[in-house]
């Protein structure tokens, strides 16, 4: 294929580029024109339900785009400091690039704050590459259950929509869990589309109030309600996303009885007891300095205590953005409890603690 006259000219002219240089200049003509860092630019900003707001996104043409149920990592300078963290598409990427993620305030979560309260039309953040596995095959069939709770509804509703979008090909039965009615999102979307769409059924359960519509039920999720809710559970190819003991006990209850069955948690499961105490030495090999750091905690939150700001994004052991290399030294997953004593491998910071001193790539 004959390379394009852009093409060309950026092959000439980048040797002699700065890419920060050119991007403060081209920045004081558009926000997004950048050399060849991915941005993306607000352009519109709507509450989504209580507590939530749905961000429409335009990235410029270096981010490489994304498949529905990925997530990306948004940066944001906030108070002088650049915070990054990940979030889920809620539907397909538009024809013209533009992307949503509906996003729930965290308590004492400055970036989340920051987006409802702060972010406005015009605002540009970075945009990570696109991430996560919890995308629909080339080929659907079957019949298919998606279990959602909290934020975990989002990645689920890029599927629900790619699905309608195709004219909702195979059944499909959506279980949202929230506390209450009012922190439910989609809620008209989602009805419409069942009205629409005869193999397409959505159920709300509430864990903090009473069900008072058809589509709606009350309780945790728990054997009994999953039976009630789905009776042919054993036919379906299962989707769970939302908190960690959400999703572990999701995981429970359908792997042994479904076909498939793929799982995403937007915070950590409940961590293995495990007797790991005391102080280990951590060097870092790049920087040259010696730490004392607890064994148990995750290395990432670790570091931060001692002023350091290693590149991070999701915090779950999803997006890589912390994976460096440990040269010596036994470390455990904090997820299954599982040790590492391999004396050289790569690890994630935020879902791995020290067992023994450490030597890590930093």
């Given at each position: 294929m004959k390379p394009s006259r852009r093409s060309r000219f950026r092959r000439l002219a980048t040797p002699f580029v700065v890419p920060p240089v050119f991007d403060f200049w081209a920045q004081r003509l558009h926000p997004t024109w950048s050399w060849e860092r991915p941005l993306a630019r607000v352009v519109a900003h709507a509450p989504a339900a209580s507590n939530a707001v749905t961000l429409t996104l335009k990235p410029n043409r270096h981010w490489a785009g994304a498949q529905a149920g990925q997530h990306v990592n948004l940066t944001a300078d906030i108070d002088g400091v650049r915070i990054t963290r990940s979030y889920s598409l809620d539907a397909p990427v538009a024809a013209d690039?533009?992307?949503?993620?509906?996003?729930?305030?965290?308590?004492?979560?400055?970036?989340?704050?920051?987006l409802l309260a702060a972010a406005r039309r015009g605002d540009v953040f970075d945009i990570g590459p696109a991430f996560g596995d919890l995308v629909l095959p080339a080929k659907v069939d079957g019949s298919w259950l998606f279990l959602a709770a909290g934020s975990g509804v989002t990645p689920l509703m890029a599927l629900v929509r790619q699905l309608a979008g195709q004219g909702m090909p195979v059944p499909l039965t959506l279980v949202y869990w929230a506390r209450t009615r009012a922190e439910l999102c989609f809620v008209d979307e989602l009805r419409a589309l069942a009205a629409r769409h005869a193999?397409?059924?959505?159920?709300?359960?509430?864990?903090?109030?009473?069900?008072?519509?058809?589509?709606?039920?009350?309780?945790?999720?728990?054997?009994?309600?999953?039976?009630?809710?789905?009776?042919?559970?054993?036919?379906?190819?299962?989707?769970?996303?939302?908190?960690g003991g959400f999703v572990t006990t999701a995981t429970e209850l359908a792997e042994d009885r479904v076909p498939l069955l793929r799982t995403e948690a937007f915070t950590p499961p409940p961590r293995p007891q495990t007797d790991d105490s005391g102080m280990v030495e951590v060097r870092l090999a790049r920087?040259?300095?010696?730490?004392?750091?607890?064994?148990?905690?995750?290395?990432?939150?670790?570091?931060?205590?001692?002023?350091?700001?290693?590149?991070?994004?999701?915090?779950?052991?999803?997006?890589?953005?912390?994976?460096?290399?440990?040269?010596?030294?036994?470390?455990?997953?904090l997820r299954t409890g599982a040790a590492n004593t391999e004396a050289t491998a790569a690890l994630k910071l935020c879902i791995s603690s020290a067992v023994s001193d450490l030597v890590l790539d930093l």
């Amino acid at each position: 294929m004959k390379p394009s006259r852009r093409s060309r000219f950026r092959r000439l002219a980048t040797p002699f580029v700065v890419p920060p240089v050119f991007d403060f200049w081209a920045q004081r003509l558009h926000p997004t024109w950048s050399w060849e860092r991915p941005l993306a630019r607000v352009v519109a900003h709507a509450p989504a339900a209580s507590n939530a707001v749905t961000l429409t996104l335009k990235p410029n043409r270096h981010w490489a785009g994304a498949q529905a149920g990925q997530h990306v990592n948004l940066t944001a300078d906030i108070d002088g400091v650049r915070i990054t963290r990940s979030y889920s598409l809620d539907a397909p990427v538009a024809a013209d690039g533009r992307i949503t993620v509906t996003v729930k305030g965290v308590d004492e979560g400055r970036m989340s704050r920051h987006l409802l309260a702060a972010a406005r039309r015009g605002d540009v953040f970075d945009i990570g590459p696109a991430f996560g596995d919890l995308v629909l095959p080339a080929k659907v069939d079957g019949s298919w259950l998606f279990l959602a709770a909290g934020s975990g509804v989002t990645p689920l509703m890029a599927l629900v929509r790619q699905l309608a979008g195709q004219g909702m090909p195979v059944p499909l039965t959506l279980v949202y869990w929230a506390r209450t009615r009012a922190e439910l999102c989609f809620v008209d979307e989602l009805r419409a589309l069942a009205a629409r769409h005869a193999g397409f059924d959505v159920r709300f359960v509430l864990t903090r109030e009473a069900a008072t519509a058809d589509d709606e039920a009350a309780g945790r999720i728990d054997a009994g309600l999953l039976d009630t809710l789905v009776p042919d559970l054993a036919r379906r190819q299962v989707f769970a996303c939302g908190p960690g003991g959400f999703v572990t006990t999701a995981t429970e209850l359908a792997e042994d009885r479904v076909p498939l069955l793929r799982t995403e948690a937007f915070t950590p499961p409940p961590r293995p007891q495990t007797d790991d105490s005391g102080m280990v030495e951590v060097r870092l090999a790049r920087s040259g300095r010696v730490l004392q750091l607890p064994r148990g905690v995750p290395l990432l939150q670790a570091l931060e205590a001692e002023g350091l700001k290693p590149k991070a994004g999701c915090r779950m052991g999803i997006c890589n953005t912390c994976a460096c290399g440990k040269a010596s030294g036994a470390t455990r997953d904090l997820r299954t409890g599982a040790a590492n004593t391999e004396a050289t491998a790569a690890l994630k910071l935020c879902i791995s603690s020290a067992v023994s001193d450490l030597v890590l790539d930093l």
